[in-house]
C-alpha cells in the first residue's frame, strides 16, 4: 500500500496496513534546513527543499504543507506553496501523501464572516494544485461557540469541492466535546478532552507532546501533532516516527 493509498482510504474509513501519522512541522523542517522561518514561503525552493529534507530524514510517508494564517492569502505565497506541492509530487510520486493545511473560516475572514472565510478557502484550494494533494485539513483557531450548530452547512461548499478532487476532509479545533464539522477526521489542539465528531466513521486524530507518554491507538485513530517548535527533540521525533511506523490499527504502538 502506498502513501498515498492509505492515507486516503483511512480517511475514507476503510481497511488500511497501520494507521497514518501526520505531524505538523513546518518550523520544525526550517530549523532543520536552517533556512529562517520567516523566509520558508518566500518562493518555490525554500519550501521544497525543507519539507523534502524532513521526509528524507526521517522517513516520512506523509508531509503537512500550512502556509502561515496572516500571509496564505498573498499571491507569492500561493504561488511558493503552488510550485512545492507540484515539485513534491513530481520527486515523490506514489510515495508521499500531501496535507494541504488552511486556516479555518473564521480564521481566515477579516471580519469572523464564515461564509466569506468558505468562499476565500474555495479560491485558494482551486489555486493550490488540488490534484496533487490527498487530503485538506482547516485549522481553526478561533473558538466557534454557538456558530458550531450550523459548520457542517457553512462548510458543505468546501467539502464538496475537496471530494470532487478526492480529497480527505481534517478538521483541526481549539475546542473539546462532541463535534459535527462535516470532515472525515478531526484534531483537538488544546489541553482540553479530545473533541468527538458526531460522524460515525470519522477518524480521530491523538496528538503527540514532547515529554508525555505515546498513547496506544484505538480503531479510527490516528498520531498527529500541534505545529512541532524549531527546537523539537530530534531523538524524540525519530522515536516517534518509528512506533508509528510499526503501529497497526487497533493495537499498541510500543
Sequence with gaps: MTARQRLRAFLAGETVDRPPF?????AFAARLDQTPIDRLFDNANTLTRPLSGLRQLFGLDALVVRPPAGRVKEDSVVAAVSDAVERLRVL????LAIVLALPGPA????????EEGVDQLLDLTRRLHPEQI?????????????ARSGFPEVLAPLWNTASYYGLGRIFVTCEAGAFDS?????????????????KPQARVGIVLRQGQPLPHLAEG???????????TDIEWFKLVVSRAARCEV?????
Design 22 to 26: 501526520l505531524p505538523f512541522a513546518m
Design 92 to 95: 515523490t510520486r506514489e510515495q
Design 107 to 114: 480564521t481566515i475572514a477579516d471580519d469572523g464572516d464564515m
Design 134 to 146: 490527498d487530503a485538506v485539513a482547516l485549522v481553526e483557531e478561533r473558538a466557534l461557540g454557538d
Design 182 to 198: 462535516g470532515a472525515d477526521a478531526i484534531v483537538t489542539w488544546s489541553d482540553l478532552p479530545k473533541a468527538k465528531p458526531t
Design 221 to 231: 485513530e490516528f498520531y498527529t501533532t500541534e505545529e512541532l517548535l524549531p527546537d
Design 250 to 254: 487497533g493495537t499498541p504502538s510500543a
